[in-house]
């Protein structure tokens, strides 16, 4: 105990001991004590840790050890004795050790570092992802197995009307980024990473059901599950915005317009 007490009144060990302890604190304490206070955990970055956090804190510590002639003397006598001692055989087997490992280690992080990997890139997304099994929009929980355009007549058809609010909904809300011929080139379209979907493609609405589209347009990017989050989709979330019927209505008027079909549950 007495010897822990007494090596801890070392400068050096000062120094070390309190850039751990911030490392730990930096790294576990905060996403902990953010996860306490908001329910989410916040972890640092780790860049910002190495390229601010962790400099700051050795410079900080630095500017203690180093306060008076004495501290600095008594900090940097363990280093020097590290680098100069001739006699006394375990220091020196010691230095031939560090001297060994420290290039290997930066041999093997640099190793790492560009080794190259197999893995499939982050960026891989799922285009079209599961969707949930029900949404609720307007404190109403639709059912997306079962959900039908309320709209349609029992041949399929449009309701006209319906038809044309969808389009006057489109036309208020959609055609800024999906484009006034749907096929997304709206104004906004070009700056946007994905662009938005291009309805007249027919690897996009004509593949999907339209209680599919329900959950896309209700929820937009942020409803997508992580398999779809690879981008950043900027579709935004109606529900809230839209009440559910202008939802189903503006749907009618994807199809109708572009001469796509939905796809028939079980198809
Ligand atoms: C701010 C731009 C923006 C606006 C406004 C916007 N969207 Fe989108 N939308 C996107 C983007 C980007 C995507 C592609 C990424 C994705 O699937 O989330 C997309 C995707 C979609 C999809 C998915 C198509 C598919 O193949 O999966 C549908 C459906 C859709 N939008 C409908 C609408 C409707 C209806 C409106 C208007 C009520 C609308 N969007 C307004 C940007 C927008």
Request: a neutral charge; glycine letters at 8%; one cysteine or more.
């Amino acid at each position: 105990m007495a010897a822990i007490n007494s090596s801890l009144k070392h400068k050096l060990a000062q120094f070390l001991l309190v850039l751990v302890l911030a490392y730990l604190f930096f790294r576990f304490g905060i996403p902990a004590l953010a996860l306490l206070l908001t329910g989410t955990p916040a972890p640092v970055p780790t860049h910002l840790l190495w390229a601010i956090y962790m400099p700051t804190m050795a410079l900080v510590m630095l500017l203690f050890v180093s306060a008076n002639e004495a501290a600095w003397r008594e900090f940097k006598a363990p280093l020097r004795t590290l680098v100069v001692e001739r006699e006394r055989r375990g220091v020196v087997l010691l230095r031939q050790v560090i001297l060994v490992a420290l290039p290997l280690l930066a041999g093997l992080w640099a190793f790492f570092q560009v080794r190259p990997s197999a893995d499939p890139p982050a960026e891989l997304r799922s285009v079209h992802p599961a969707p949930p099994d029900s949404v609720t929009v307007d404190g109403e929980v639709i059912n997306l197995r079962t959900a039908v355009n309320p709209f349609r007549g029992p041949d399929g058809l449009p309701d006209p009307e319906a038809l044309a609010a969808g389009k006057a909904i489109y036309g208020r809300n959609c055609v800024y980024c999906h484009g006034d011929a749907l096929d997304s080139d709206g104004l906004f379209a070009s700056a946007l990473r994905p662009r938005p979907a291009d309805f007249t493609d027919p690897g996009t609405i004509a593949q999907l059901q339209e209680s599919y589209l329900f959950w896309r347009i209700a929820q937009g990017g942020p409803g997508l599950p992580p398999e779809g989050k690879g981008w950043n989709s900027a579709m935004p979330a109606w529900e809230g915005t839209l009440s559910r019927d202008e939802i189903w209505q503006v749907i009618l008027y994807l199809y109708d317009a572009t001469g796509q079909h939905p796809r028939q549950a079980g198809e």
